[in-house]
């Protein structure tokens, strides 16, 4: 399987004030790069495109997107898809990024979008995939507003339906926090949270699609749900099933 993951990274800008003085310090970090190389470690070749590149570097049309077997989005809003440089800066006319995903979903891919601040709605609907043509690959439907679910205590998962993603899976770790959504009608939901759908499948055109309500790492993937034994597997197996050879 090829894979191409887009998202989970950042920059941030931080200020420190010391009495009257203050200084500023920047720093990068990536989110997924355990989950990464955990899928490199099950024999999936993985292209890694971080959230700062997406602008200029996420392919132009759906011959480039066609050497993928899936396309995975996590914590990554519309907008960085939808206002590339060519067309912020420049007022160029440029193909639609999700409207190729789109394609490349009807044609046969998988896609599968990971929770987060800027997943699904996300955070003050800013992620905004409810307004766009993912909205209708999706196998959810979308809130209009602000999504998070924050859950500082802590709470778990229940599979409701076993199949090759939840086999075993009857002791899930706790998760601080998820995108609330409702599964569409002919969709699979194999787990639940809170009775909200955690884990949805389903079909658009010739593809398959996926949807996990929460985050893949820290801070709502919490450090019990990284260490949990059964993190790479499920992992892998939520792709090898909506992979266009599955």
Not at 66 to 71: F, G
Request: charged share 25%; net charge negative; glycine share 8%.
């Amino acid at each position: 399987m090829k894979l191409l993951f887009v998202g989970e990274s950042w920059v941030i800008h931080m200020i420190h004030t010391k009495g009257y003085d203050s200084f500023t310090s920047t720093k990068y970090e990536e989110g997924a790069t355990y989950l990464l190389q955990c899928l490199r470690d099950s024999g999936i070749d993985v292209d890694y495109l971080p959230s700062h590149e997406v602008q200029v570097r996420f392919p132009k049309s759906t011959e480039e997107l066609e050497k993928y077997d899936a396309i995975v989005l996590s914590d990554i809003g519309s907008n960085t898809f939808l206002l590339r440089n060519e067309t912020f800066y420049e007022m160029k006319i440029v193909p639609n990024a999700l409207e190729l995903i789109k394609e490349f979903v009807r044609d046969g891919g998988g896609l599968l979008m990971i929770g987060g601040y800027l997943s699904f709605t996300g955070i003050e609907g800013k992620a905004n995939y409810k307004n766009t043509v993912l909205a209708d690959v999706l196998p959810v439907d979308l809130s209009d507003t602000d999504d998070r679910i924050e859950m500082p205590q802590g709470v778990r998962p229940v599979t409701i339906k076993e199949d090759t993603i939840t086999k075993d899976l009857t002791d899930w770790p706790p998760f601080l926090g998820y995108n609330q959504f409702a599964a569409k009608a002919g969709a699979d939901v194999l787990a639940t949270i809170q009775n909200d759908p955690f884990i949805v499948t389903g079909l658009y055109g010739k593809g398959k699609t996926a949807c996990f309500a929460s985050d893949c790492a820290p801070h709502w993937g919490s450090k019990e749900f990284v260490d949990w034994e059964h993190y790479k597997p499920l992992w892998t197996h939520i792709l090898q099933s909506i992979s266009r050879k599955s």
